[in-house]
């Protein structure tokens, strides 16, 4: 089975910064779209930042300009930057990502989720 393995959780101040990372585990072929979501209080499950394979990146309104998402294809690890942080980004963060494990043969896994806390 694979498993996503989040870091870098955790309380910082307003104005502050934070860098989140995912690392996948187990036995797969590759990795096809990597990313972040999260889910606040009382809220749904939004999209955060999305990464491609190829490197192309697609990022919430609300994250843009403040928010970076990386990846190091070598070893599938995906890694969100946070600045700026405002209380509104308060949530827990899950790490997603598309595995495929042969042609036309793909699954969706989640990290279990790191919450991230922003004070005033």
């Known amino acids: 089975q694979v498993q996503l393995v989040e870091s870098g959780g955790g309380l910082v101040q307003a104005g502050g910064s934070l860098t989140l990372c995912c690392a996948p585990s187990g036995r797969f072929v590759s990795i096809n779209d990597m990313g972040w979501y999260r889910q606040a209080p009382g809220k749904e499950r939004e999209l955060v930042a999305t990464?491609?394979?190829?490197?192309?990146?697609n990022y919430a309104d609300t994250v843009q300009g403040r928010f970076t998402i990386s990846r190091e294809n070598a070893k599938n690890t995906v890694c969100l930057q946070m600045n700026s942080l405002k209380p509104e980004d308060t949530a827990v963060y899950y790490c997603?990502?598309?595995?495929?494990?042969?042609?036309?043969?793909?699954?969706?896994?989640w990290g279990k989720g790191t919450l991230v806390t922003v004070s005033s």
């Open positions: 990464i491609t394979l190829g490197a192309r990146r």
């Open positions: 997603y990502s598309n595995v495929q494990f042969l042609i036309n043969a793909a699954m969706d896994y």
